[in-house]
């Protein structure tokens, strides 16, 4: 079998990875050089700790076997399975935690609630003060600027993979093909888009209208921090945000205490993880309004700092990148994916959300299964 894969995001990779891993050959098509959206503008987190239970979480967990797998197999992935803490400070915030070790899926997410003296003995960079931390042990991560250029390596090697920069595909053509900006076209058994937050053009023309939505966001990166963080780190408005921590005590939360007034308005929580070179990818920021601005506004950013100095007790280093980045979330987020045939031999696979970096491996291999590959 030929599968034609259309965008080189961690999606599109993950589909090629699978069709690939199937003894099948790929043509990949990106319209960049490589992937520069979404996928690579991320924490690089595999977030199993907020996922919704049910197929969310199922998605997320069976991901996070899959990435373990090729992460041994691709060691420039750079995957660990670093865990996660989230501090909490007070009686509410205290609360949620404890509802979310409550949970009936706790035991699967690797949930535990640990005393400060216990999180710091699992995490001592944080230093600063909080009444005890949510600790998930499933959490992992890879580094989200060089996975694809990793996969792609050992995708090539097979020789089963052919990738094709540069080329923006125009036109879908018949059954089985595409043909590019370069007039080529490209045919085979089955074609995969997956086109992330590009859901005009080609889109659109095959598709119609879908039912996802762009969600923009700002982060940042640091200087290396001089020592180890050795989990990710969230704070306590993610609770806010990830739909694992709906809860009475999470309503309660939102009752009894105002989100900081930077962070209700970008509807932000704090993620941090530490990259292979000791710096600190921090955010984030979500901007559901279109049209979306064009800059990148200061508060978020000295709202994330003030957040990060009082987990760690200490200053932040300097901040060496920031910037801005848009994907595509289905309209109704209890869904994982929207996976849609747009005409016989040829899917649309978008709209993961910030699910994306976590459950792409998994989305690819249900693509995979129900299309017989």
């Not at 944080?126 to 600790?135: C, H, N, V």
């Not at 969230?234 to 709906?246: I, K, L, N």
């Not at 939360?253 to 921090?282: C, E, F, K, S, Y």
């Amino acid at each position: 079998m030929k599968v034609i894969v259309v965008g080189a995001g961690v999606v599109g990779t993950m589909h090629a990875w699978q069709a690939v891993e199937r003894g099948h050959e790929v043509v990949h098509i990106e319209r960049e050089a490589e992937a520069r959206g979404a996928s690579l503008r991320n924490f690089g987190q595999i977030w199993v700790s907020g996922r919704a239970g049910g197929e969310e979480l199922d998605t997320a967990l069976r991901a996070r076997e899959l990435w373990e797998g090729v992460g041994a197999r691709v060691p420039g992935l750079g995957f660990r399975a670093n865990g996660s803490l989230t501090p909490v400070r007070g009686a509410l915030e205290l609360a949620v935690a404890e509802a979310a070790v409550a949970r009936a899926d706790a035991a699967a997410r690797g949930y535990k609630l640990l005393t400060p003296d216990e999180a710091r003995a699992v995490n001592p960079a944080l230093r600063g003060a909080f009444d005890a931390a949510l600790w998930c042990e499933r959490d992992a991560a890879v580094e989200p600027r060089t996975a694809q250029l990793a996969l792609r390596a050992a995708l090539l090697a097979t020789g089963r993979y052919t990738f094709l920069p540069d080329r923006e595909v125009r036109e879908v053509v018949g059954e089985h093909a595409v043909r590019d900006d370069h007039g080529e076209l490209h045919s085979g058994d089955a074609v995969v888009l997956c086109t992330g937050a590009w859901l005009s053009g080609l889109v659109r023309e095959v598709a119609g209208p879908v039912p996802v939505r762009r969600v923009r966001l700002q982060m940042m990166q640091t200087a290396p921090l001089g020592e180890p963080l050795t989990t990710s780190v969230a704070d306590a408005d993610s609770f806010r945000y990830y739909p694992a921590y709906a809860s009475g005590a999470l309503d309660a939360l939102n009752a009894g205490q105002a989100q900081d007034p930077t962070a209700a308005a970008h509807r932000m929580q704090l993620l941090m993880v530490q990259r292979l070179d000791g710096g600190l990818t921090i955010g984030d920021t979500h901007e559901y309004e279109h049209p979306f601005a064009f800059d990148t506004v200061e508060d978020p950013y000295e709202h994330l700092v003030r957040v990060v100095e009082s987990l760690l007790g200490r200053p932040l280093p300097p901040i060496r990148r920031r910037w801005a980045g848009v994907y595509a979330q289905c309209v109704d987020t209890t869904r994982v994916v929207h996976r849609q045939r747009v005409r016989d031999g040829v899917w649309l696979v978008t709209g993961p959300g910030g699910r994306g970096m976590t459950c792409s491996p998994a989305i690819a291999e249900t693509t995979a299964n129900e299309l017989g590959w």
